[in-house]
């Protein structure tokens, strides 16, 4: 059997394919800024004194990293919904994209912690730096432009993984495709053009963080590697 | 209305047996394609190198989801009905192959470079340099990672409830439907991915400790 492809039946629907991408785009961007901050936080708790916050901690970044994504958004989702608390589902969207990432984004940053050789805190210490300096000077920022790579590269990962927040119906790139092959009956063309956008996206936010890295990291810049 | 009971449950039983089927389907196909990306990637033709790193590429550019629609509603297009599972499977293969052969890939060519001169000076052929020489090497080096993205297609079989298969997600998404406890149902499903995930990272974490006992750093 032969078949035809049509990609032209697709054309009335280009606005709505660059809407739902530049959805998936803003919903990346809003969990790559909340994810990095919850994972910041969990990868310093997990080095904390409190044995109960190091646990609570290790505790979400393990049950995260062990269960589906789908399923935490269906827990989170309907589970809200079910205790009355309607949030829009864009916001859903982004929720429980926020707290997937945020367990990811902690457990590579605490990698990145502990490459920190405790040399270095104790000298940040007989120098007398506060608390807050050495996490910040010492720990922080040498750990996250180690571990940059890594960590850009689970934000691409979050991007395609958006693609499931589809199933609560948020209006992103995938639920366009749904939505356009129910009426134009061209499921394999609309599931194709889909996929290169994603691709695309993938690739524009590789070379987005690569530029990033290049202006917010300078030593990086200037030796091309880090530290 | 009712609450969740013992039939509820043993149900979700059953699909978690739905899930482990279609993980192991997926991740054998996946290592058998796995294995010939992985040669394809440190193949000495370069066309052949740069055609596997473009699929590489390409499937780890598109989300899984978008994937098994292109399988589910694609090959109907050309005629070949295919079941739910048998969509989700070659989907997961597909993801499989490309990671797996990205990872093997770093694994064999982390094998020093003399072992393998070393071999050619022997006379061996490149098939029995690979076979005797970098693979027993390189295996070791594999295994944790391996063991670690098993967790992964484990979890990303969760997709397939999407076109219908009911494994463990379809099947508390069914249960839900009908008793909308979202919070009790969704927990326990997550609680079962959690059993079958957990003790697989733990084994995947020891299991590169072991490897990097040498350099291991006092905890």
Known sequence: MRYQFDFGALLPYWSDFLDGALTTLTMTAFAVVFGLVIGILCAIGRRSASPLLQRLCGFYVELIRNTPYIIQIFFIFFGLSSIGLRLPIFAAAVLTLVVNVGAYTAEIVRAGMDTIHPGQIEAAQALGLSQPQIYWDVILRPALERVYPALTGQFVLMMLASSITSQISAEELTAVANNVQSFSFRAFETYIVVAVLYLALAVLLKLAFYGFGQLIFPRRRRLGTPL | ?219
């Open chain 2, 1 to 219: 209305m009712g609450g969740f009971t013992l039939t509820h449950f043993l149900y979700l039983l059953q699909a978690t047996g739905w899930t482990v089927v279609l993980t192991l389907l997926a991740f054998v196909l996946g290592c058998l394609a796995g294995f010939l990306v992985m040669l394809a990637r440190t193949a000495q033709a370069r066309w052949v190198r740069g055609l596997s790193g473009l699929y590489v590429d390409v499937v780890q550019g598109t989300p899984l989801l978008i994937v098994l629609f292109l399988i589910y509603f694609g090959l109907a297009l050309f005629g070949f009905e295919l079941p739910a599972i048998v969509a989700a499977a070659l989907s997961l293969m597909i993801y499989c192959s490309a990671f797996l052969g990205e990872i093997w890939r770093g694994c064999v060519q982390s094998v020093p470079r003399t072992q393998t001169e070393a071999s050619e000076c022997l006379g061996l052929s490149r098939w029995q340099t690979l076979r005797d020489v970098v693979l027993p090497q390189a295996m070791r080096i594999a295994t944790p990672p391996t063991v670690g993205f098993l967790v992964q297609v484990l979890k990303n079989t969760s997709l397939a409830s999407v076109v219908g298969f009911v494994e463990l997600t379809r099947a508390s998404q069914v249960i839900n439907n009908s008793l909308f406890q979202p919070f009790l149902v969704f927990g326990i499903a997550g609680l079962l991915y959690f059993a079958l995930c957990y003790p697989l990272s733990r084994l995947s974490r020891a299991l590169e400790r072991k490897l990097n006992g040498g350099r291991r750093q006092p905890a």
